[in-house]
């Protein structure tokens, strides 16, 4: 049996639904609260569902054969330190020692909220001086980059850790199973009943120099290639690090929408807004990933080009009374 934390969450479900898929035996440790979570598992089976605060008590005695360690909070928007210390860094290294003790591989979520402002670049070397230059922009990113230096560094001074062990610093995820997740939902399905209705799609306008409206840039991956890459490291459990998971592309939000207005078969409406004040001393105008060492490691599953992706997503998800995997 695998423990998937975060499995009613976007990617995590995406993940349960691969691994039953596989024929694999899973539990899931997540809350479900009132936003129609379940959902994302109703098509699924479960050997157990496990809450939060019940998980290190559940884990006593048990083998697994792996913990893919999924849940957080994911706001950025996050303001509770506190609570997001406890859920994002302190399980988090509960279970690193757990997995560590019980010789049990730990795949875990990190995230591109790590870079900051990408002024150091989007490559992914663990080393402790490269990890130490990070500057995160908010709370999440933060306590994520917390917990890849706790991990990078028990690697570094060689002490015992699981017996693979990878870090997926996740760049701009879109899929299906999302719906829950409110203003953090990609904003291709923020906007899509939008574009399938007629009305006109609002992007930001830019505020810098040099970028056209709608041209600011991110590594949108389609949630079926993160899951390739934690199922193709479920196989290679030789293989352990901190690896970046993205396209190595970047396209512009503009890009994202004509793909869907394309898919749809309507003519684009794309108006452009200016962007809030209060953000614009910290918005990214683009982000793009280093999958240099994800291939070097082996990994050769590949990755949807964006207009595949969308034209998916909107044809097998979006467009359909049934949305959910």
């Not at 539990?27 to 994302?40: E, F, I």
């Not at 402790?128 to 990070?134: E, I, V």
């Amino acid at each position: 049996m695998l423990l998937v934390t975060g499995g009613a969450g976007f990617i995590g479900s995406n993940v349960v639904a691969a691994l039953n898929d596989a024929g694999r035996d899973v539990a899931v440790c997540d809350v479900l609260g009132h936003d129609g979570k379940w959902r994302n598992l109703a098509k699924r089976r479960l050997a157990d569902f496990v809450p939060p605060p019940e998980l290190m008590d559940w884990l006593k005695g048990r083998r697994l054969e792996a913990v893919i360690h999924l849940g957080a909070i994911s706001e950025t928007t996050a303001t509770d330190g506190d609570l997001v210390i406890e859920t994002n860094f302190r399980l988090s290294m509960r279970l690193l020692d757990w997995c560590t003790a019980n010789a049990t591989p730990l795949i875990y979520a990190s995230s591109a909220a790590t870079y900051g402002d990408g002024e150091q670049g989007f490559g992914d070397d663990q080393s402790m001086d490269a990890l130490k230059r990070l500057r995160p922009m908010n709370l999440y990113g933060w306590s994520k980059h917390l917990f890849d230096m706790a991990v990078a560094e028990r690697a570094a001074r060689g002490e015992l850790l699981p017996p693979q062990w990878a870090g997926l610093k996740f760049f701009n995820v879109f899929g299906p199973n999302e719906y829950h997740k409110g203003a953090m939902m990609s904003v291709l399905a923020r906007r899509f009943d939008d574009i399938r209705d007629g009305r006109p799609v609002q992007l930001f306008k830019s505020h810098r120099e040099g970028i056209a409206d709608g041209d600011q840039r991110r590594d949108f991956i389609y949630v079926d290639d993160v899951v390739r890459v934690t199922m193709w490291l479920l196989g290679t459990p030789a293989v352990s690090g901190i690896f970046n998971v993205g396209t190595g592309t970047a396209r512009s939000f503009r890009e994202l929408m004509l793909s869907a207005y394309t898919a749809l078969g309507a003519k684009p409406n794309i108006q452009y807004i200016d962007m809030p004040e209060a953000i614009r001393g910290s918005y990214q105008y683009f982000t793009q990933s280093e999958v240099d060492r994800l291939l070097r490691a082996g990994y050769n599953g590949g990755f949807t080009a964006l207009e595949d992706a969308v034209e998916t997503y909107v044809k097998n998800f979006l467009n359909r009374a049934d949305r959910f995997r």
